[in-house]
């Protein structure tokens, strides 16, 4: 077994890394402070090729497939995990698009995202709920050859950055009602509501969308009609959840990072933390949850990257190193004593980061549904 | 404009305190760290870019390394090389500046005519500076160091080089070789875009039969420096807790700054 990335994938991890260290580190406390997304980030991170890692070339992007997406992800995220989602996101859009939309679809959106004229999204939440898709309300009804859509749609990553997203909507009963659309921004009863205040992830943008009597055209369909569950479950499953699992190893690698520097570095008892047993301990949990994380997550993406079926693997990747992010965060901030309390040292961004990913794409619960599933079938 | 860049893999400097010496061989233990192009090579390949933007032509990436130095070619073909160039052959392992100037020369009679090769101004590992400079007086080729603007105007090269406490301009006729300064340019990031088709080419892989090199010229057996040994220093700092009140301990730390001669006022 060769455990070593190969070549391409070694340059978009140092690329990543410098453009996280160089371009985004410095964006980070305003986007902490304002929590709003700094928008010239959208243009540097399509310059230097992130938007389009896993659309192919004819259509403006770098076709470097998921395991160098998971890594260039994991890079950005051990600076910002904001940023992390927003470009995870936005790949979500892209594999949708390149998966099931129709030529000109393809042709007109994928070179776009990829020169980022905006960021992608996918709006599958409700206030029902994200997991729960039979249970949603928005419907889009036929109509003179196109549709009429009414609803609304929360808690949607990129919301107020995008420009037509990728829309979920029953247009009939059961798994086959649901379809899948693209809608311009402009269309007349498309509304944003509001840009939501977080826990974590700040500087990410999540908002809402309002849909009152908004026609679609007949070419807005992603897909066939009944067609949305596939498109929405294929896209999280293979996209959205080793998207999060990326960014937890993101918050994974700073964890260790931070939890090391600090051990290091503070005096007590006239010696370092880190001769301390305790200390030890903490840090050979966070080091062993990585290790086991990165080889889940880069083991599922290589498989994406063969072709091969990767859906429970995803997801286990997902439940595992965002639950391990989260332990390794909060053992970081222990490690910190009262200084992990204080805004100034970035251990407790990384834990607040930590929490929101666990439920993001699916929470801990879901995902062992869907692993279990598996296991028993 | 025809243009040799010549780069080198290196220990990645971000991550130096991982470095290890290994006590028998001697020799850095480079698995810890991962290599990347010597930051001052990048330097050297944008100087190149930016030529090449101006004058059109072709830039030539080259480098003596082992057979993993694929990685950092087919980067520099994705940074916007045209082509490059691998020598490669356990016979050029242990090589000094001088054996490695040997078969960069050689390499070069083999590329063909080029008007300009450029160096970084030294490596961050082996840091001597020395490897362009010795190039420049194989190839009978004028050199200049320390290079921080670059002009060119028909056959005739005018360059603006860093001294000590002030620049120099420079001008010398084509072909030459100049080595960059970190200040030369601000070297982009790899475009992520440019990696698919830098994939696609073909890098030409040359041992030191291919460069038509006797084996007692190269590697080690060439080289007349001798590594006689290699170690870390022990460190002489010492930590010193002064005690009192903040006054107390302010003029203490000015006292002693002064006595050592570390600030205005004390012995000279």
Redesign the interface.
């Known amino acids: 077994m060769d455990f070593d990335f190969p070549n391409p994938v070694k340059i978009v991890q140092r690329t990543a890394r410098d453009f996280a260290r160089q371009v985004v580190a410095p964006l980070v406390p305003a986007m902490e402070e304002t929590g709003k997304f700094p928008k010239p980030l959208i243009k540097q991170m399509a310059e230097v090729g992130l938007l389009g890692l896993v659309t192919p070339r004819k259509y403006g992007g770098s076709e470097l497939g998921y395991l160098a997406r998971t890594v260039a992800i994991e890079e950005l995220s051990k600076v910002s995990a904001a940023a992390g989602i927003a470009l995870q996101v936005h790949h979500m859009q892209a594999a949708a698009i390149l998966d099931w939309g129709s030529k000109a679809q393809k042709e007109k959106h994928l070179p776009r995202l990829c020169r980022g004229e905006y960021l992608g999204t996918c709006a599958i939440t409700e206030p029902t709920g994200g997991s729960d898709l039979l249970g949603m309300a928005s419907t889009a009804k036929p109509d003179r050859g196109g549709y009429v859509l009414n609803g609304s749609k929360c808690y949607i990553t990129n919301a107020h950055l995008c420009s037509s997203p990728l829309v979920v909507a029953k247009t009939g009963d059961g798994s086959r009602g649901l379809s899948a659309f693209i809608i311009d921004k402009g269309a007349p009863g498309f509304s944003l509501g509001r840009e939501e205040h977080k826990l974590g992830l700040r500087g990410a943008n999540t908002g809402e969308f309002f849909f009152k009597n908004c026609r679609l055209r007949q070419e807005s369909l992603v897909g066939d009609e009944g067609e949305g569950m596939k498109v929405a479950l294929k896209t999280i499953g293979e996209v959205g959840r080793p998207g999060m699992a990326a960014i937890a190893l993101g918050i994974l690698d700073a964890s260790y990072d931070e939890a090391v520097k600090f051990a290091k570095g503070r005096t007590l008892y006239n010696k370092p933390i880190s001769n301390l047993q305790a200390i030890q301990w903490g840090v050979a949990d966070i080091l062993t949850d990585l290790e086991t994380a990165k080889l889940l997550c880069y083991r599922a993406s290589w498989l994406k990257d063969q072709g091969r079926d990767c859906a429970t693997q995803m997801t286990m990747a997902k439940l595992y190193a965002t639950e391990a992010g989260l332990r390794a965060s909060r053992k970081a901030l222990e490690i910190h004593g009262g200084c992990g309390a204080m805004m100034d040292y970035p251990v407790q961004r990384l834990f607040r980061d930590a929490m929101v990913c666990v439920s993001a794409g699916g929470t801990t619960e879901v995902a062992k549904i869907v692993i279990s599933r598996a296991a028993l079938a | 404009m025809r243009i040799i860049v010549c780069v080198k893999p290196v220990p990645?400097p971000s991550r130096f305190d991982k470095l290890r010496l290994d006590p028998e061989t001697l020799l850095l233990r480079r698995d810890e760290v991962?290599p990347?192009i010597n930051p001052l090579d990048r330097n050297a390949l944008e100087a190149a870019f930016e030529l090449k933007a101006r004058f059109k032509g072709a830039v030539t990436a080259l480098t003596m390394a082992a057979p993993n130095a694929?990685?950092q070619l087919?980067?520099a073909l994705?940074l916007g090389c045209d082509r490059a160039c691998l020598l490669t052959d356990p016979a050029f392992a242990g090589a000094d500046t001088l054996a490695t100037a040997r078969c960069l020369r050689a390499a070069m009679r083999k590329l063909g005519a080029f008007d300009l090769v450029l160096c970084g101004g030294h490596s961050a590992d082996g840091s001597t500076g020395q490897v362009g400079p010795q190039l420049a007086e194989l190839l009978g080729i004028p050199d200049i160091t320390h290079v921080l603007r670059v002009s060119v105007s028909g056959r005739r090269l005018r360059a603006h080089c860093r001294l000590e406490g002030g620049q120099a301009v420079c001008e010398t006729t084509l072909p030459a070789l100049i080595t960059l300064d970190h200040e030369a340019n601000a070297p982009g990031?790899?475009?992520?875009?440019?990696?698919?088709?830098a994939?696609k080419k073909k890098i030409a892989c040359w041992s030191a039969k291919d460069l038509g090199l006797d084996a007692k010229t190269v590697g080690l057996a060439g080289s007349p420096t001798r590594m006689l040994n290699i170690f870390t220093p022990p460190s002489r700092r010492k930590g010193e807790i002064l005690q009192g009140s903040a006054s107390e301990v302010a003029s203490d730390l000015i006292g002693r700054l002064r006595r050592d001669a570390l600030i205005d006022g004390g012995a000279r």
């Open positions: 990645d991962p990347v694929e990685e087919r980067e994705a990031l790899t475009p992520m875009t440019g990696l698919r088709g994939l």
